[in-house]
């Protein structure tokens, strides 16, 4: 069967320089892109009141507008189990005053239609593209429906960094749609920072190429310490400080610079520096800052003498953007 031509998400390696700034999700099927707000529409004028029929039941009134997708919830198109556990979890507890009750009554009251197991087996299972409910929940931004995925992938011992076809984890759709409430929430569950995409990017550069300052700083801010290498390179050779240059998103490479980029680290392939990246890209404030952040590196020691045995490589990397230095920018 022909499938739909390749989208945006689906390109090879692109010129981060003259990359053109979409939409986030605008590449997406239509099934998985997210839900627009229905619009609202004008209220059915009604009618008079008049003597009550008996034998027409109250089925028969108009029936109320619902959700767009023609289903009592949106995001049942990608998850059909339930939002809220019906059994006691270790994460979530009893939701219920109803698990108290005795187990005949309760049985005909509630009765149990998804068991954990099959609750774990529709949530971690994957479609035609390889994505999972969590994928389209997190592109969708329901963040309900997403904690509720994330417990049941940990209740299966489920690893959250799972790949689509286009290598893409849920933390790597956050990030591409710019969503730095679902980053926080995958990275504090457990997703890697350091899962690669099909360049060999991980969430940090993803964060840098689609210009997303917000979403580095909750990776960063949340992620376990010691789990982000800054210094890893993508398949290009490039670290996260070269792309962001790349992509003249400046906050981002002042908040790299703060976590301890190395300004001077190079790329593989021809072994050029951010500063070097920024002047063939003709970026004159781009230029002005590293020179400027450089110098300041250079001043460090000379401004806190003190025996070269105590001069650590975490000082002399530091950043003069950080609160213990505002004072050298005055």
């Keep these: 069967m022909p499938r739909c031509p390749a989208g945006a998400m689906d390109e090879g ?8 700034k979409g939409t986030p999700g605008a590449a997406l099927p239509l ?9 609202p529409e004008p209220a059915a004028p009604r009618a008079p009141a008049g003597p009550l029929d008996p034998l027409r039941s109250s089925c028969d009134a108009p ?5 767009p997708h023609g289903v009592a919830r949106p995001e049942a198109i990608y998850y059909q189990g339930p939002l809220v556990p019906i059994y006691p979890t270790p994460t979530v507890g009893p939701p219920f005053p109803l698990l108290n009750m005795p187990a005949h ?5 509630c009765p149990v239609e998804h068991p954990l197991s099959a609750d774990i087996a529709l949530a971690t299972r994957a479609d035609e593209d390889g994505d999972t409910p969590l994928h389209i929940a997190v592109v969708q ?3 309900a429906v997403a904690l509720r995925l994330v417990l049941l992938f940990q209740q299966g011992g489920r690893e959250l960094d799972v790949h689509n076809n286009l290598r893409q984890t849920p933390l790597h759709l956050a990030v591409i749609t710019a969503l730095p409430d679902m980053v926080r929430l995958l990275v504090t569950a457990g997703a890697s920072p350091m899962a690669l995409d099909r360049h060999g990017q991980t969430a940090a550069h993803l964060a840098c190429e689609h210009r997303s300052p917000s979403c580095l700083q909750a990776l960063l801010d949340h992620a376990a310490p010691g789990s982000v290498d800054l210094e890893a390179r993508n398949y290009e050779g490039l670290t996260a400080l070269h792309v962001a240059v790349n992509t003249g998103c400046q906050e981002a490479v002042q908040l790299l610079l703060e976590r301890g980029a190395d300004i001077d680290a190079v790329d593989i392939k ?5 500063l070097i990246h920024a002047v063939e890209n003709n970026s004159l404030s781009m ?5 400027l952040v450089r110098t300041r590196l250079w001043l460090l020691p000379h401004l806190h003498p003190m025996p070269p045995a105590q001069l650590s490589p975490p000082l002399l990397a530091k950043s003069p ?5 505002q004072h050298l920018w005055l």
């Design 105 to 109: 009554l309760y049985s005909r009251m």
């Design 287 to 291: 230029v002005q800052l590293l020179l």
């Design 13 to 20: 390696p692109v010129d981060l320089r003259t990359r053109p």
């Design 31 to 39: 099934r998985k892109r997210p839900l627009r707000p229905a619009s």
């Design 270 to 274: 021809s072994g050029r520096s951010p």
């Design 141 to 143: 931004n329901n963040k």
């Design 321 to 325: 953007f950080s609160s213990s230095y």
């Design 63 to 67: 029936a109320v507008p619902g959700p």
